[in-house]
């Protein structure tokens, strides 16, 4: 099942829609659907990160993150409503919801990025309580990455995923969001990034323009997948900007998929996916292997909402499988 490259049937038949990166973004957007109901897209989005943020389930998200490679989890979040009006956080290791600080540092400062203690020390000065531990899952992963690392020294982390028989595609799934009504749009993101990674490493989630972007004239793109890839060619920005300049949301999703191809030499392990919402409502989404798929939830014009889960339009390598 996919949404249709053009000519989407949501397109003026929906009130309000919520779109989710993978599986489990369908349990994000219910928790944000009572927002979206009153129109709260900015609301709707913090809710559903949350909701993925408190998961002990999730090992790519919040508190049940994997840890990087010194044994402490970080995570890294971000929100937009505008180009003017957007917040994240990155590698935060004290707080449990980091969407939550990155909507504090959109609203309650001067910064857009705030990063490591300083973030941390923030969310002190909020009043929020610093809890963020290692789940039981998560633990005992690390200890089987510390069985297995043998000697290999920290510098040479990243490039030892096949000796450490590390499930490297499974070990960085962005929730990425996005909410849109008739009046206006959000998007957002959450992760706890790669697993077992070099300490202090930052993919493109908390990074306007490469893992998130929104414009309510035009659209919203959210990212998931190997950050540095994304980060390398401003993947949500390059989205949004296709789209003002005429294309559909599946085209603007292809074509940075695409970019990515001509830019990147990809691994057999490299996953990268972008779902974009554009400001008629219309979705569309692309990746690099298969695998990938959206979750939407969305109001039809007589108040009924309605559920579904989809591949992705566009498959770069469709002949390649990448497992959640």
């Known amino acids: 099942m996919s949404i249709?490259?053009?000519?989407?049937?949501?397109?003026g038949q929906i009130r309000r829609l919520m779109a989710s990166t993978w599986s489990?973004?369908?349990?994000?957007?219910?928790?944000g659907r009572d927002a979206l109901s009153r129109g709260r897209c900015v609301d709707a989005v913090e809710l559903a990160c949350m909701e993925a943020e408190a998961d002990p389930a999730n090992h790519t998200v919040g508190a049940g993150g994997f840890p990087d490679a010194s044994g402490r989890v970080s995570l890294d979040a971000a929100i937009m409503e505008r180009p003017d009006r957007h917040g994240a956080v990155a590698c935060v290791r004290r707080t449990v919801h980091p969407i939550r600080l990155a909507r504090a540092v959109m609203e309650k400062s001067n910064c857009r990025?705030?990063?490591?203690?300083?973030?941390?020390?923030?969310?002190?000065?909020?009043g929020w309580a610093s809890d963020l531990n290692l789940s039981e899952k998560a633990k005992r992963a690390y200890q089987d990455f510390r069985a297995g690392r043998a000697s290999f020294p920290l510098a040479n982390l990243e490039e030892q995923y096949e000796k450490l028989k590390v499930d490297e595609p499974s070990t960085h799934d962005t929730i990425g969001v996005i909410a849109w009504t008739q009046g206006g749009m959000a998007a957002g993101t959450s992760t706890s990034g790669l697993a077992f990674k070099r300490p202090g490493r930052v993919g493109d989630s908390p990074i306007v323009g490469a893992g998130f972007y929104c414009d309510p004239q035009v659209g919203a793109c959210?990212?998931?997948?190997r950050g540095e890839l994304l980060l390398g060619v401003?993947?949500?920005?390059?989205?949004v900007e296709s789209m003002r300049r005429g294309e559909r949301p599946t085209d603007s999703a292809r074509h940075v998929i695409e970019r990515l191809a001509d830019t990147h030499e990809l691994g057999p392990d490299d996953q990268a996916a972008v779902l974009v919402v554009a400001s008629s409502g219309e979705c569309g989404s692309a990746s690099v292997m298969k695998g990938y798929?959206?979750?939407?939830?969305?109001?039809?014009?007589?108040?009924?909402?309605?559920?579904r889960r989809a591949e992705a339009n566009f498959v770069l390598r469709p002949e390649v499988y990448c497992a959640e």
């Open 4 to 11: 249709e490259p053009s000519g989407s049937r949501f397109e």
């Open 234 to 239: 401003c993947a949500a920005h390059l989205a």
């Open 24 to 31: 489990w973004g369908g349990r994000a957007n219910r928790a």
């Open 222 to 225: 959210v990212c998931t997948g």
């Open 293 to 307: 798929t959206t979750s939407m939830l969305w109001e039809d014009t007589s108040g009924a909402w309605h559920e």
């Open 113 to 126: 990025l705030l990063v490591g203690t300083d973030a941390d020390d923030f969310a002190q000065e909020l």
